[in-house]
């Protein structure tokens, strides 16, 4: 036992206490003897009703009607107590100290006081007269004023009964709100029955190395919950582009958010996606998540749901478009086949470099000697792509594989079309998502500067997802906004920053991540 586990809080002793030897009692603070009290005594003693000024009472507005003269005025209430209220007098209404006048006290629509009430101080301010008023044979019921105050602000506030008042309502949403209620319940069956399962099996089974209860679970998820995942998540996104403002619209975010989030947020690819936690959407790790590691998590039901986000248009236009460089790579190495001179190439914003490990994999032998420079403005990033790709080199391809990582920022890979000139010309590069985030003029840039880095006849790949259905999933739930263009307008990009080379559009499997090429004669 340690030592703060040993220490007992022990109340002091006082007369009358339990005896010697029992549990102290638990007791709040003791009060004071009468005769310990400090203070006024006997006659000196004066009550005064506590006043509360308008500003206390808020949002309530209090108003005090009087008939002075057979004519009826509005004085707005300046504060009140159980006994009487000062008012801002009207402008010509003799005041009368000692007169008693008709009136009405109002707080809002409720009538606290209907009788008369007795003029007392008058005096004059900057904003005017201000009379106190007492109230004949009535004592006013302040906490119930209170009360009212305190239910006003709540109806006002989150209490508002208007889905209109509300920041999660969705005005003329029912369908998109329907079609996130059956995203939410088919995850919360999912959760339910996924850690029922969970605790009739074995810790071995599925949190040790990957086995047959695993690859048999994952089966059957993809057999009935994953397209079910993909299918609302792809309603849902259908339903939001009806909505005024669409993937922007607040209300729907909102709404979104706090049906779903916390089931997305179980699996920890999805979570890294939101968190961010190096400043920027899409790092190194969440990239593996999506190329290979998304049937990870601490609980049945997290592996359930970063494989249901695997399937997604999204997750697979990435893997597909890895396949797509993959392609070009192993063409180029073919058509240079037993050459001397070696393959030049340049990846931008490298990451994990996936295209290039699996491409080290599955080369029997290299048919040309190799050099590739990756650029990568994040250090760890480049840090994870060496401890994977250098091994696989060096036992595999020695002497004819030289990897080069560069990290720079991207502010000077905008703006600095000289920052390839120390490593010659390229025969392929390519970029597969750093246009996603560019505005028009700063893609044309970019295009233009990694074009005249190429060799004649050399490629330029520059990828750019389109709009998609999977686009509410990255939006909302992982704050993930990018720049969707179509064909054309990437056309557009190209043809400007390379007039008169040969441009075209490569697409690959999911249709949703196209490239288009730049071949400069």
């Known amino acids: 036992m340690d030592r703060k586990s040993r220490v007992k809080l022990v109340a002091p002793s006082e007369p009358g206490s339990s005896p010697e030897g029992s549990p102290p009692l638990s007791m709040g603070p003791r009060p ?49 107590s159980q006994n009487g209220a000062a008012v801002a007098w009207p402008v010509g209404v003799p005041a009368r100290p000692g007169r008693l006048v008709p ?10 006081f209907e009788g008369r009430v007795r003029v007392g101080s008058v005096r004059e301010s900057p904003e005017g007269t201000v009379v106190g008023l007492s109230f004949e044979n009535f004592l006013l019921d302040v906490d119930e004023i ?22 999660w309502g969705v005005a003329d949403g029912e369908r998109f709100q329907a079609r996130v209620a059956e995203l939410r319940m088919l995850l919360e069956d999912g959760r339910r029955q996924l850690d029922a399962l969970e605790r009739e099996l074995p810790w071995h089974a599925l949190h040790g190395s990957p086995g047959p209860v695993l690859a048999a679970l994952e089966r059957s998820l993809r057999a009935g919950f994953v397209p079910e995942f993909v299918r609302l998540t792809e309603a849902v996104d259908a339903e939001i582009r009806g909505l005024p403002g669409g993937h922007r619209n607040e209300q729907a975010r909102q709404w979104a958010i706090r049906h779903v989030q916390e089931f997305l947020m179980e699996s920890p690819g999805l979570r ?30 997290a592996r359930s749901v970063g494989l249901g986000f695997s399937e997604t248009l999204c997750s697979r236009a990435v893997r597909y478009r890895k396949d797509l460089v993959k392609r070009q790579l192993k063409a180029l190495l073919a058509r240079r086949a037993g050459s001397t001179a070696p393959v030049r190439v340049l990846s931008i914003g ?29 250090k760890n990033a480049l840090a994870h792509a060496f401890r994977r790709l250098t091994p696989s080199v060096e036992a595999r391809f020695d002497g004819r594989v030289r990897l080069l990582f560069l990290h720079d920022s991207i502010k000077r890979l905008l703006r600095d079309g000289s920052l390839f000139d120390p490593f010659g010309k390229f025969d392929l590069i390519y970029s597969a998502g750093l246009l996603d985030y560019l ?11 990694l074009a005249a880095n190429s060799a004649p006849g050399g490629q330029l790949l520059v990828a750019n997802m389109v709009d998609h ?42 249709g949703v991540n196209p490239f288009f090429e730049i071949v400069r004669g």
């Not at 939006?475 to 043809?495: C, G």
């Open 272 to 301: 890294r996606a939101w968190e961010k936690p190096f400043g920027y959407p899409g790092d190194y790790e969440v990239m593996n998540a999506t190329y290979e590691r998304f049937y990870e998590g601490s609980t049945l039901f």
């Open 32 to 80: 004071h003897r009468y005769e310990e009290l400090e203070g006024a005594e006997g006659r000196a003693v004066f009550f005064r009703p506590h006043r509360h000024a308008a500003a206390d009472l808020a949002p309530l507005r209090g108003t005090l009607t009087v008939t002075v003269d057979g004519a009826r005025r509005d004085c707005a209430v300046l504060d009140v």
């Open 439 to 449: 505005q028009h003029r700063t893609g044309v840039a970019l295009t233009r500067h």
């Open 146 to 167: 209170l009360s009212l105050r305190t239910l006003h602000a709540w109806t006002e506030g989150a209490g508002s009964s208007r889905v209109q008042d509300r920041p």
């Open 350 to 378: 490298a990451g994990p470099a996936q295209e290039l490990h699996e491409l080290f994999q599955e080369l029997e032998e290299m048919p040309a000697p190799l050099e590739v420079v990756l650029f990568e403005q994040d």
């Open 469 to 510: 259905a999977s686009r509410t999933l990255l939006q909302i739930h992982l704050d993930w906004a990018l720049i969707y263009r179509t064909r054309e307008e990437l056309l557009d990009i190209a043809r400007a920053a390379a007039p008169g080379a040969q441009v075209r559009i490569l697409e690959e499997e999911s």
């Open 103 to 112: 009136a009405l006290l109002r707080f809002d629509a409720h009538l606290a």
